[in-house]
């Protein structure tokens, strides 16, 4: 759908305020005074990210050791607020609305109607959701389930906001069904980094803790916008900066965030309108030139080494735990420097300041996030940062580490207890021991492939636990028309979205109490866990009275399903279980031994820390040892004509939640359908600033016509030949087998694109 936005200016300015500071605060205001419960959102957020409180439903930044009242962001508000809301989703909207209806409504407007309150069913004769009882909802989906010819016709889908009691019920009930279709976010997202690091080091985790940033000399952040996407990273980054070490940010785009920050809660910096610088050195490689300026940066560090032999590499290091430099080594002198050059658009003087900063670094952290995992070469770059950061050591030693940084408050964690389409061995064998029965060996479908399954009619039942399917993923109407072929669609979630309007034979929306709202179960309040983006697990528990009094929770929805399918009689004591969620972390302490503990350990301030086998420099690799692995600069050179588009969000947008239309460091107000140009490509294609322009991706072989229209075309400092727009209003152009290698996450930062004045738009 083109939502309808308001008339625009003719060129757009860019906000030359630090990110945080006044504008924080202000925005953060106006969605608490949005939201309609002030009073609700207020005592929300003063537990939020507390010892006591309940952990942010936004994105999976660690929690500081130092205590504050405070320990949120503006996103963190945004999340808060828009959770905590005093609107609210009764069957009374549904009767006045058919789901034909609501497809015209935008994605902002649907979420903003507020919390769901009661289960639905979709009647297909009146085009309307209507009120259905939880033992009768629960029957129809799982006699479909139970009556599947194959148990690999069906679908669990997982976002990463689901708590690991949650999550570990959910892939327990499919591998009961006998299934290993566990797709996730992660398969959109972060997918590429677990598999690059794997390869390279043995586990798909990042190796840094939160206190390691307080002790790096060095810290390179790729392919990454903290400002609108992590902003309490920017809190790091600030006293990192403030003490001397050196940041390098690599980043097509400019942003606010990676320039100056002034920390909302530093009287100083808000009193005086001083803020902090964080980038010592910025670098705009092109769209997908990442892996050519990595390899460049590493050229330089060899030609240091072959100047002062034994003072730039970490021999020892190198000698005791990796294997393949030679190759990488002989790889790089035979690359020539104008094949570097001209691949990452970035000059051999700028990759030498920052190889500089790079070797003169004793603890130096590489950050990244999904401008770089969303490539076809994703996995490729992701590994030639292992590469440079084996060449010094800097993995497994105090300050230094690779940290990826996720998105979402649990995907790690969901992965970590069983949420996997390709599960290991050993993980299966504790299950089977734990559950007495054998769980299904055959890898699952993940995320592109489900689209596929239900398309091509392979699978029929759809079970989403929260997300926003249909918006997430690549290759839009290919996609809705893939759920609407399914028997069965049903979605667990907090507010109404466009994937509970594309809807299979039957459909269902299950609605749950947010992360910030009280959990009763039999035994009494709960407490779920879940664990951020540094592999520290914690518990979290909310405090607010629940939307709605007809709410389930997650574990307890997964339960009575289980029921419906297998009977009350079955092995697995489901219900039991979620009586009392002790039970269930018993449960995962049986099947994975790093939860050795888990109901005690969740009682230490802060968690506890999974093991990290990588941080303690021992290499589950099929070597023995971390892997330097060599990879070639991809061809990334387009036709004339065309240009490399990458995906971002704006600052009022979490995923595919769109708090509001304005996006304030990039002087965007009251719209989305925006694409960001560099000045002199708008003048090349005969364009003005201002003008109206549709968007058609250009994928090689690719026959289908996929055209985003009516786009404002704005002026950015961005390398010629690319550009930026957000998603989901892009995800239309990008096709549904166009991924990365190895990782198969969607090709979302690198879209080949032509920019055509609209057809209605004057010259």
């Known amino acids: 759908m083109v939502e309808k936005e308001p008339p625009h200016e003719k060129s757009v300015k860019r906000s030359s305020a630090a990110a945080g500071g006044w504008g924080a605060l202000a925005a953060s205001a106006r969605h608490i005074w949005k939201g309609g419960d002030v009073p609700r959102s207020i005592m929300s957020l003063l537990r939020v990210n507390q010892p006591d409180g309940f952990d942010c439903p936004g994105c999976a930044w660690p929690e500081p050791d130092r205590t504050s009242t405070f320990e949120f962001c503006e996103n963190g508000v945004k999340a808060v607020a828009w ?14 609305h058919t789901v034909s209806e609501l497809r015209e409504r935008s994605d902002h407007w649907l979420e903003s109607q507020g919390r769901l309150t009661e289960p639905m069913a979709y009647n297909r004769e009146t085009d309307r959701y209507e009120p259905i009882e939880w033992a009768t909802l629960f029957r129809r989906i799982g006699d479909p389930l139970r009556e599947l010819d ?38 959109m997202c972060h997918e590429s980094s677990g598999r690059a690091l794997t390869e390279s080091i043995g586990i ?4 840094v803790q939160l206190d390691d940033f307080a002790r790096a000399d060095a810290i390179f952040v790729i392919g990454q916008n903290p400002g609108t996407n992590h902003p309490r990273m920017l809190t790091e980054l600030r006293e990192a900066s403030r003490r001397g070490a050196r940041i390098v940010a690599i980043n097509p785009l400019r942003e606010r965030g990676l320039e100056k920050f002034a920390h909302p809660q530093d009287v100083g910096e808000m009193l005086t309108g001083r803020a902090t610088p964080i980038s010592t050195l910025y670098l705009q490689p092109l769209v997908g030139g990442d892996l050519a300026l990595l390899k460049g940066i590493m050229k330089l560090v060899l030609e240091a080494e072959s100047d002062r032999p034994g003072e730039v590499l970490d021999g020892d290091f ?8 030679e190759s990488l080594a002989a790889d790089l002198e035979s690359t020539d420097w104008e094949a570097i050059e001209h691949a990452c658009g970035v000059s051999r003087d700028d990759m030498r300041r920052a190889a500089d900063i790079y070797i003169e670094s004793k603890r130096t952290i590489a950050c990244w996030a999904m401008g770089l995992t969303q490539q076809k070469h994703a996995v490729a770059t992701i590994q030639t940062i292992v590469n440079l950061m084996l060449l010094r050591g800097n993995i497994g030693r105090p300050g230094a580490g690779i940290c990826p940084v996720r998105g979402h408050s649990n995907v790690q964690g969901d992965r970590t207890v069983g949420i996997v389409e390709r599960p290991a061995p050993e993980f299966l064998d504790g299950l089977r021991d734990a559950f007495g029965f054998d769980p299904p060996r055959e890898h699952g479908l993940d995320t592109v492939a489900a689209i596929e399954a239900m398309h091509e009619g392979r699978a029929g039942v759809f079970f989403a636990m929260g997300g926003n399917f249909a918006v997430a993923t690549p290759d839009t109407p290919y996609t809705e028309e893939a759920l609407r072929r399914c028997d069965v669609t049903a979605h667990v979630s907090t507010k109404l979205n466009r994937s509970h309007l594309v809807c299979g034979r039957q459909a269902f929306i299950l609605p749950c109490p947010g992360r910030t709202e009280v959990d009763v179960q039999a035994s009494g309040p709960q407490r779920v866990t879940v664990e951020d983006s540094m592999g520290v697990v914690h518990a979290t528990r909310g405090s607010s009275p629940p939307a709605s009094r007809h709410l389930l929770s997650e ?3 997964v339960a009575e399903l289980a029921v419906a399918i297998f009977g009350s009689d079955d092995t697995i004591p489901w219900l039991g279980l979620v009586a009392d969620y002790d039970r269930i972390r018993d449960r995962i302490e049986e099947v994975i031994p790093a939860f050795a503990g888990y109901n005690q350990l969740i009682d230490l301030p802060g968690g506890f820390p999974l093991r990290n086998s990588a941080r303690e420099r021992e290499w589950s690799t099929q070597s023995g040892r971390a892997e330097f692995r060599v990879h070639a600069i991809p061809d990334l050179d387009l036709p004339d004509g065309q240009l490399r588009l990458m995906t971002v969000r704006s600052h009022d947008q979490f995923n595919t939640t769109i708090y509001g239309l ?17 000045r002199d490509d708008i003048a090349s294609l005969g364009l003005r600033e201002g003008d109206e322009v549709d968007l058609i991706a250009c994928w090689p072989g690719d026959d289908a016509e996929r055209r985003a229209p009516r786009f404002l075309a704005v002026a950015y400092d961005v390398p010629r030949g690319c550009a930026a727009a957000y998603f989901p209003e892009t995800n239309v152009l990008v096709a549904v087998d166009r991924y990365a ?12 694109v032509r920019v055509e004045r609209s057809a209605d738009s004057a010259p």
Request: charged residues 30%.
């Open 204 to 207: 798909g985790k990042g190796t």
């Open 150 to 187: 194959s148990p690999d016709r069906a679908i669990f889908y997982t976002s990463g906001r689901t708590s690991n009691e949650a999550a570990f019920l959910l892939q327990l009930l499919a591998r009961r069904l006998g299934t290993n279709n566990l797709p996730d976010c992660s398969n």
């Open 662 to 678: 304005d996006d304030r460091y990039r002087g965007i107000r009251g719209r989305r359908r925006v694409v960001f140009l560099n």
């Open 741 to 752: 290698d190895v990782s198969r996450t969607p090709m979302s930062k690198l879209i080949p």
């Open 318 to 325: 190198i000698r005791d735990h990796t294997s393949g430099l």
């Open 555 to 557: 574990p307890r929805i």
């Open 83 to 96: 959770e905590s809301t005093g609107k609210r989703v009764t069957r009374e909207l549904f009767a006045r």
